[in-house]
């Protein structure tokens, strides 16, 4: 049996992640050899990943940042089971190294990422690996991304909630930060009423009439009024036309033209993990 010392057990944790006994183990079975030791750590997470693949992994960690340029936003989702693992220190560095990573290569997909290298193997093998350290199912929720002439990210504390938001020209950081700050609070559904899908549009009108018959209204007043609530939800879920949440005198449209007449928003990403 190969002498294992504890520099090699140290060494072998950095590059792994996997605990102390877990890393002695491995070297042990390996008969000291470092690579052998690091496939066996990967067959010990690719087992217990099998193990858990009927779990729910609905906790975890939203990240979000932008690329050197200002211009493309990146919003990577790694969930895993507990809330207990999500909020760890470790956990939350793993997230930001697979976000930091989705920015490096220009990953726009969950399949992208899951190909590029991370720790010397594939993100997906990495992940496999993880679940023997953790002890629990890890899964990259999604990856979303937008473009625009300036792109701002929030991520609001507990890392439970991001956004992103692209502009049309440069704004102020203050300005641009603001408007993904009002995403993560109110929760827009679209940009503007031209954006709504008509689908939603349809089923806001069939809810109003459906509410009207039941108060009673006339068959021919439904349309009219129907027409006014729709007009109410395109202020209320709109982001352009909602209320500013910080000065509810004017709209955000009115706060983000306050800077530049001619800029406006053309794309938004807002994940939270709890509705």
Request: with cysteine; aromatic share 6%; proline share 1%.
């Amino acid at each position: 049996m190969a002498e294992i010392s504890a520099a090699e057990v140290a060494k072998l944790r950095k590059q792994t992640g996997a605990a102390m006994m877990d890393c002695k183990k491995a070297l042990v079975e390996s008969n000291g050899d470092f690579e052998g030791a690091i496939e066996y750590l990967r067959k010990k997470g690719q087992k217990m990943a099998a193990n858990r693949e009927d779990r729910d992994a609905t906790e975890g960690a939203v990240l979000a940042g932008i690329t050197a340029d200002g211009k493309k936003g990146y919003l990577v989702v790694l969930n895993c089971e507990t809330d207990f693992v999500g909020k760890n220190a470790d956990f939350v560095a793993m997230a930001q190294g697979l976000l930091d990573l989705a920015i490096a290569t220009g990953s726009e997909t969950k399949e992208a990422l899951l190909e590029q290298t991370m720790k010397g193997m594939k993100v997906s093998e990495y992940l496999s690996q993880q679940v023997g350290v953790v002890g629990e199912k890890l899964d990259i929720a999604t990856v979303l991304v937008v473009e625009g002439a300036k792109v701002a990210a929030y991520i609001h504390p507990g890392n439970q909630l991001a956004t992103l938001v692209a502009f049309t020209s440069v704004l102020e950081d203050q300005v641009c930060r603001d408007v993904a700050m009002q995403i993560a609070a109110m929760n827009p559904v679209c940009i503007d009423k031209a954006d709504c899908p008509s689908k939603i549009v349809e089923k806001e009108i069939e809810i109003a009439k459906d509410l009207l018959r039941q108060e009673g209204k006339a068959e021919d007043m439904l349309d009219k009024i129907a027409q006014g609530k729709l007009a109410k939800f395109f202020k209320d879920n709109t982001l352009l036309n909602q209320e500013f949440i910080k000065d509810s005198k004017i709209t955000v449209k009115d706060y983000i033209q306050k800077t530049d007449k001619s800029t406006t928003v053309v794309a938004f990403k807002r994940y939270a993990l709890h509705v």
